[in-house]
T-cell receptor
Framework: GALVYQYPRRTICKSGTSMRMECQAVGFQATSVAWYRQSPQKTFELIALSTVNSAIKYEQNFTQEKFPISHPNLSFSSMTVLNAYLEDRGLYLC?????????????FGPGTRLTVL | QQKVQQSPESLTVSEGAMASLNCTFSDGTSNNFRWYRQHSAKGLEVLVSIFSDGEKEEGRFTAHLNRANLHVSLHIREPQPSDSAVYLCAERMDSNYQLIWGSGTKLIIKP
């Protein structure tokens, strides 16, 4: 079956430092990977969508300078939160999709929960 | 901007009674809607994907889509305490495959 792993599951960092999180697709080829953030009291916000052979597209309020993403192959993606501050805390989810079909399902990892002190 | 409104914010239902959750969306042109369940330990689990008006059943979970009313619902038949979780609806945009999320319903199933 299709599985998505995320590492680490939880992390704590000091304000102003950076942390990197990883997303691994197993059992399928992740042609696109979307990174979402679920902040306290908020729903999921799309940070960026990374599609193989295309530029990474960041949503409004999110930038490559703050959330650089790497998607080097069809099974792995990573995102770094640079200079993390209190407003960056939350649950970061990656959703990986196989294929280009509009009906293709997106599989989610369990998330990386970021706490900023 | 696309928006998805989800209700109720929280819901408590007795074990075995039907649980019903609702979402309204702002634009009916998208043809992809999904219901997810979020467990703290398991992450997001897709329950039902529905692409056209009408009903779609996946086990004990049934989604109803009424595009004219901009409404999609989820009904859980014979819910059990293990079904207690946060349920999220999401609309997927055709143009960029982006998911627009509802704010979630916290469902508690009482034994």
């Amino acid at each position: 079956g299709a599985l998505v792993y995320q590492y680490p599951r939880r992390t704590i960092c000091k304000s102003g430092t950076s942390m990197r999180m990883e997303c691994q697709a197993v059992g399928f080829q992740a042609t696109s990977v979307a990174w979402y953030r679920q902040s306290p009291q908020k729903t999921f916000e799309l940070i960026a969508l990374s599609t193989v052979n295309s530029a990474i597209k960041y949503e409004q309020n999110f930038t490559q300078e703050k959330f650089p993403i790497s998607h080097p192959n069809l099974s792995f993606s990573s995102m770094t939160v640079l200079n993390a501050y209190l407003e960056d805390r939350g649950l970061y989810l990656c959703g990986a999709r196989e294929g280009w079909d509009n009906y293709a399902e997106q599989f989610f990892g369990p998330g990386t929960r970021l706490t900023v002190l | 901007q696309q928006k998805v409104q989800q209700s109720p914010e929280s819901l408590t239902v007795s074990e075995g009674a039907m649980a019903s959750l609702n979402c309204t969306f702002s634009d009916g042109t998208s043809n992809n809607f999904r219901w997810y369940r979020q467990h703290s330990a398991k992450g997001l689990e897709v329950l039902v994907s529905i692409f056209s008006d009408g009903e779609k059943e996946e086990g004990r979970f049934t989604a109803h889509l009424n595009r004219a009313n901009l409404h999609v619902s989820l009904h859980i038949r014979e819910p059990q305490p293990s079904d207690s979780a946060v349920y999220l609806c999401a609309e997927r945009m055709d143009s960029n495959y982006q998911l627009i999320w509802g704010s979630g319903t916290k469902l508690i199933i009482k034994p």
